[in-house]
């Protein structure tokens, strides 16, 4: 099973990491990280710190593995990235700088026409 897939990395990553300022030394989020393509890239990048959230502990297993192999230290968390965290939430409150998503406008398009898909990126207040 391939573990890259040239429209993740030729378009998708092209137009995510297009879109990110630099990185270095700041605290980012990947919201719907999935297999922590975009988690590991970030740590390479140079930030200071990245966690990812996805609610599907199975593929967040493999990033784990996969961050752990390359001997990247990131924090991935199962929770759903739509519900937004607790004020005061130990794991998440305050801690970033930044919050990254590769999967933001992925749904149902009006009267089930496909999936669309998006980048979103922006600074923490």
């Known amino acids: 099973m391939a573990t890259t897939l040239p429209l993740r990395e030729y378009v998708e990553a092209h137009t995510l990491f297009g879109l990110l300022d630099d990185v270095e030394g700041r605290a980012v989020l990947d ?3 999935g297999s922590g393509l975009y988690t590991r890239r970030l740590r390479e990048l140079g930030a200071s710190a990245v966690a990812g959230i996805d ?3 199975g593929v967040l297993d493999f990033a784990r593995r996969r961050a752990a192999a390359a001997g990247l230290d990131i924090t991935y968390l199962a ?3 739509t519900v937004p965290p607790a004020v005061g939430d130990p794991e ?3 801690r970033f700088d930044s919050a990254a998503s590769a999967e ?3 749904g149902t398009r009006p009267r089930g026409r ?3 898909r ?3 990126l922006g600074q923490l207040p």
């Open 79 to 81: 929770r759903a990235a």
């Open 114 to 116: 496909g999936a669309r």
């Open 31 to 33: 919201l719907g990280s």
């Open 104 to 106: 933001c406008g992925r």
């Open 55 to 57: 609610s599907a502990e």
């Open 92 to 94: 998440l409150d305050g």
């Open 118 to 120: 998006g980048a979103a």
